[in-house]
């Protein structure tokens, strides 16, 4: 089984469009939305649920207030100013303590400190994961909760699960649509994965986040390879960012031109290359091959 990441330095290259169509054009592929921040490869591929599973990604405390006697201690180690006067009273007093659950930042300090026992410290349901069924397969992916945090560990939950279907459904690879950027989700998008496609622009931007996100794969000695997207609205800058990526050691596999069919294939809920079979989708497929042959030449070389 192998597994094929597609991230991006930043939101908008086009990332989650490719990964659609390299969905459509795979054979025997799980599908695996990790930009759990910002969801939405099922805007195009219109997955139905046949399972969802609460997540938990932490707890958070709360003061039982028929046990508080107002010592103010959780207030006082309490780094967060999540600890306030005003909670109900009691037998003992007349204005125990409450924490504000916006505040509140899971450490379970409080919890730790408290003598009267009158913390709850309970898990927190901070999102959802749906294990659903495609066009071209099964998709798991997740929504986090308003506001909520650890979309790193929710990463991990979606990754965990579409192993477990690619091993129970004997699949041999798996697309990740992975987070953009730098942060905790793309590190848990990419870490121990077989190979990354890092999605970027021919913009000062999208060379600035190329560099980035380079590094980071760099760091945890992940095989990269580059796709230039929209690599037409400045050719000079294209070429100037695929002689960038070859110092990095980064070799850019394709490039894919821009075109009105993209917007027009994610009103109709298709991928591009259902959409249409023009220029861009020839470039599409290109690139897919590339990426086969890339995944195949790297599991080789580890034989």
């Keep these: 089984m192998k597994e094929l990441s597609v991230i991006s330095g930043k939101g908008g290259t086009g990332k989650t469009s490719l990964v659609a169509s390299f969905a459509a054009l795979s054979n025997n592929a799980v599908l695996a939305d990790c930009d759990v921040d910002a969801a939405d490869l099922h805007l195009v591929l219109a997955p139905q649920v046949r399972r969802e599973e609460p997540f938990s990604g932490g707890r958070r405390a709360a003061v039982i207030a028929g046990a508080c006697t107002a010592c103010g201690k959780c207030e006082e180690v309490c780094r967060f100013d999540a600890v306030r006067r005003g909670g109900p009273p009691n037998r003992l007093v007349e204005e125990t303590f409450r924490i504000d659950p916006l505040a509140c930042e899971g450490c379970g300090v409080c919890e730790w400190f408290c003598e009267d026992d009158a913390i709850d410290f309970q898990p927190v349901v901070n999102g959802r994961v749906f294990l659903s069924h495609t066009r071209y397969g099964p998709m798991v992916h997740a929504a986090l909760g308003v506001a909520e945090e650890n979309s790193g560990k929710l990463v991990s939950r979606v990754r965990t699960l579409a192993r477990e279907l690619a091993e129970c459904e004997h699949r041999d690879l798996i697309i990740l649509d992975g987070s953009p950027g730098i942060g905790c989700p793309v590190i848990a998008s ?89 220029a861009i989708s020839q470039e599409i497929r290109e690139l897919w091959r590339n990426m086969i042959y890339e995944l195949e030449r790297r599991s080789e070389n580890s034989n």
């Design 190 to 278: 990419v870490t121990g994965a077989d190979l990354v496609l890092i999605v970027t622009e021919p913009t000062t931007s999208g060379l600035h986040d190329l560099e980035r996100v380079a590094q980071l794969t760099g760091f945890f000695n992940i095989p990269t390879v580059a796709c230039i997207n929209k690599w037409d609205i400045n050719p000079g800058l294209a070429d100037d960012i695929e002689r960038r990526a070859a110092r990095m050691q980064v070799r850019v596999v394709g490039r894919v031109r821009y075109d009105h069919a993209v917007t027009a294939a994610q009103i109709m809920k298709s991928c591009v290359v259902e959409y249409t079979g023009s």
